[in-house]
Nanobody, 127 residues
Framework: QVQLVESGGGLVQAGGSLRLSCAASGRTFSSYHMGWFRQAPGKDREFVAVISRSGGNTYYADSVKGRFTISRDNAKNTMYLQMNSLKPEDTAVYYC????????????????????WGQGTQVTVSS
């Protein structure tokens, strides 16, 4: 198993930036493809970005492409989400998630495909 803890959320004005972190413990972090998801009040949890085990492959939701960057440091057991040019519609609780260990599947974009989740961190973007 792997345990995940997000941090770095907060309140920011539109156009600003935040960097989220997801710290992992337990089983070898590099065993997992990792994803970021978000959930706004009254809405379903939605895909934001995903990164492969090595960090060599990434994929983004159209709504964040060009503004957000996902990365990871396997030596530090940490994944990041750099969020620039934030918009009020980016307001949500952001979650990191781990795919099943040593997955050979393509990178997944649906929440139910992920086995492990953090508790979430709130991001609020004011207009």
């Amino acid at each position: 198993q792997v345990q995940l803890v997000e941090s770095g959320g907060g309140l920011v004005q539109a156009g600003g930036s935040l960097r989220l972190s997801c710290a992992a413990s337990g089983r070898t972090f590099s065993s997992y493809h990792m994803g970021w998801f978000r959930q706004a009040p009254g809405k379903d949890r939605e895909f934001v970005a995903v990164i492969s085990r090595s960090g060599g492959n990434t994929y983004y939701a159209d709504s964040v492409k060009g503004r957000f960057t996902i990365s990871r440091d396997n030596a530090k057991n940490t994944m990041y989400l750099q969020m620039n040019s934030l918009k009020p519609e980016d307001t949500a609780v952001y979650y990191c998630a781990a795919d099943r260990p040593l997955s050979t599947r393509v990178l997944q974009t649906t929440p139910h495909e992920y086995d492990y989740w953090g508790q979430g961190t709130q991001v609020t973007v004011s207009s």
